[in-house]
């Protein structure tokens, strides 16, 4: 059925209104946020009412397009493209005309295996599932009939590895400011020259202090009070300028000694090139530097140069490797910003070389303290 009214904002009971009939049967609906979204919340609710007939069934596809404008319209665009992709590519092809009341758990999770057959991670299953449970959450909020399957990915998906910056990469990282390229491609005698890696201090500074890649491209001059950074913003793979990627995100923590000496050599540098900018890892022109930009340089040079396939995230990965036989968890999760339920050793701690060595050397020292 096609819907006619149109929602008004009633003042005395401040929210949105709108009353639609189907069937003979009159149903009301509302929405509280004063804004024009509001209006288009609360229109949205009798729409998908009147779509689903008088069985109060809805077809699958229909709904999983309601969910992708409330979804776009109300959360962030990463979250909007990862349940997009999770619908398109594993959810639709299965379910698109299915109807909600057909659908049973055992549907759910096939789309789940198709995933595994498909040699999708641990991770990406576990993203598929997110995109159900957020249709039948929807589901539900719009009182149609969908029940929150329970669902375990199977042991059969792989959980995809990290790689960390190992104590030989991690010494050439801080140590090699340049590397060779031959000026005149694919031209036969050319003498390779060096040339200065420009965001050498951007991934030295990853590693030490384990902020995302997105966090170091918002880092503004301003937000350097003495020793403290305070992080205010960040930018997504869209370029988009957030708040972070939760609420632990924004914070402050007290530099290390050696990131702040690469914050002093980073100021050097950009003086050097007469570069003058708000940011304190800019481009070469002086403008906020993107996701892209710094992330396919890395990994021009990673490999060939500095003898890792380590990413740029996983530099924070390798900061929390290393910090882990030292700082103790409760310490170590303000300064990445992680919530105090969050694993942060588990999830985000692999092994160094020489951490077997380590261990057993710290055992010695502990029974030092009772045996002669």
């Known amino acids: 059925m096609t819907r006619r009214a149109e929602a008004r904002w009633v003042e005395k009971e401040k929210r949105w209104r709108i009353r639609v009939q189907r069937n003979g049967e009159s149903k009301v609906f509302y929405d509280t ?34 969910y992708l404008r409330v979804c776009k319209e109300t959360t962030g665009i990463e979250n909007y493209t990862k349940h997009e992709q999770m619908g398109r590519l594993w959810l639709l092809p299965r379910l698109k005309y299915r109807r909600m009341t057909d659908i049973t758990p055992l549907d759910w999770k096939n789309c789940i295996n ?58 050439m990282l801080f140590k090699r400011d340049s590397v060779s390229y031959k000026p005149g491609r694919h031209k036969k005698g050319d003498d390779a020259v060096e040339r200065p890696v420009f965001y050498i201090y951007a991934y030295r500074f990853l590693v030490l202090t384990g902020i995302r890649c997105g966090e170091l491209c918002g880092l503004k001059n301003e937000d350097i009070v003495g020793d403290h950074i305070y992080l205010k913003r960040s930018f997504n793979s869209k370029n988009v300028e957030t708040r972070g990627k939760n609420e632990n995100a924004r914070r402050s923590f007290v530099i290390p000694k050696r990131a702040r000496q690469v914050l002093v050599d980073q100021a050097v540098m950009l003086k050097k090139h007469g570069i003058i900018s708000p940011w304190v890892f800019p481009t070469e022109s002086g403008q906020q530097t993107k996701h892209s930009q710094i992330y396919k340089r890395w990994y021009v040079i990673r490999e060939e140069f500095y003898g890792t396939k380590c990413s740029l995230h996983e530099m924070r990965h390798t900061m929390v490797s290393i910090a882990k036989t030292c700082v103790p968890d409760p310490l170590l999760k303000p300064s990445i910003g992680h919530s105090e339920h969050m694993d942060t050793h588990g999830t985000y701690s692999h092994e160094i070389d020489g951490d077997a060595e380590l261990t057993a050397e710290l055992i010695d020292k502990a029974f030092d303290r009772f045996l002669v």
């Open 33 to 66: 946020d004063p804004r024009i979204n509001g209006k288009r919340e609360a229109e949205k609710k009798a729409d998908i009412w009147l779509k689903t007939g008088a069985s109060g069934d809805i077809l699958f596809s229909d709904l999983w397009d309601q």
């Open 114 to 171: 198709d995933g595994v057959k498909h040699g999708l991670s641990k991770k990406s299953c576990s993203n598929i599932r997110a995109s159900i449970i957020a249709a039948v959450h929807f589901a539900q909020e719009m009182r149609l009939p969908a029940e929150l399957p329970t669902i375990k990915i199977p042991k059969t998906a792989q959980s995809k590895g990290r790689s960390v910056l190992q104590p030989q990469a991690l010494e």
